[in-house]
């Protein structure tokens, strides 16, 4: 059974990081694509970032582009977003998710969610 | 960006009907490459249908999706109790990948 566990959520103040991760288990973790979304009332669901099986290609939404870090640890089967200069635009829920496979940029299985509370 | 307008914002039946639930795109979507989610409160969103018909693993035949281009839906016939959420659609044809703001399926 595919599972993901997230962890690293919280408050944080303007201006600050964060580090969120994700561990993943029942499946060939370095075989598939990983991917963050996140969630707010307001703007709904939005793809942040997405990486490679290899880890190798690294993609960001333009409004993360130069905060956020992508990373994964194929030895640990953990994916990593490392997020820098936190603005309140950026609280949300935040959502790793397993790709369907390398090429398809759909999302079969997701964690629990990891709240973001950009605040002082 | 391709922005996906649902319709209904809100939808409200009763157990046992049919809904459709409808997902238009400002341009055409890339070789069908839409996909539905589910939602419940306090939960992740659950894969549902992707590439616009294929039913994901253990989702019941209840649930049917359709369409090409611009225009895309999810029919539930029969609705059962556990299918009243938010129904989200995604397409991933086109760079950066976007979601639809979601219909609210409420029991009537």
């Known amino acids: 059974e595919v599972q993901l566990l997230q962890s690293g959520g919280g408050l944080v103040q303007p201006g600050g990081s964060l580090r969120l991760s994700c561990a993943a288990s029942?499946?060939?973790?370095?075989?598939?694509?990983m991917t963050w979304v996140r969630q707010t009332p307001g703007k709904g669901l939005e793809w942040v970032s997405a990486i490679s099986g290899s880890g190798g290609n690294i993609y960001y939404a333009d409004s993360v582009k130069g905060r956020f870090t992508t990373s994964r640890d194929n030895s640990k089967n953990m994916v990593y977003l490392q997020m820098y200069s936190l603005t309140a635009e950026d609280s949300a829920v935040y959502y790793c998710?397993?790709?369907?496979?390398?090429?398809?940029?759909?999302?079969?299985?997701w964690g629990q969610g990891a709240l973001v509370t950009v605040s002082s | 960006e391709i922005v996906l307008t649902q319709s209904p914002g809100t939808l409200s039946l009763s157990p046992g009907e049919r809904a459709t639930l409808s997902c238009r795109a400002s341009?055409?979507?890339?070789?069908?490459?839409l996909t539905w989610y589910q939602q419940k409160p306090g939960q992740a969103p659950r894969f549902f249908i992707y590439g616009a018909s294929t039913r994901a693993t253990g989702i019941p035949d209840r649930f049917s999706g359709s369409g090409s281009g611009t225009d895309f839906t999810l029919t539930i016939t029969r609705l059962e109790p556990e299918d009243f959420a938010v129904y989200y659609c995604?397409?991933?044809?086109?760079?950066?990948?976007?979601f639809g703001q979601g219909t609210r399926l409420d029991i009537k």
């Open positions: 995604q397409q991933y044809g086109s760079s950066p990948i976007t």
């Open positions: 341009q055409s979507v890339s070789n069908s490459q």
């Open positions: 029942g499946f060939t973790f370095s075989s598939y694509a």
């Open positions: 998710a397993k790709n369907r496979h390398e090429g398809a940029a759909t999302y079969d299985s």
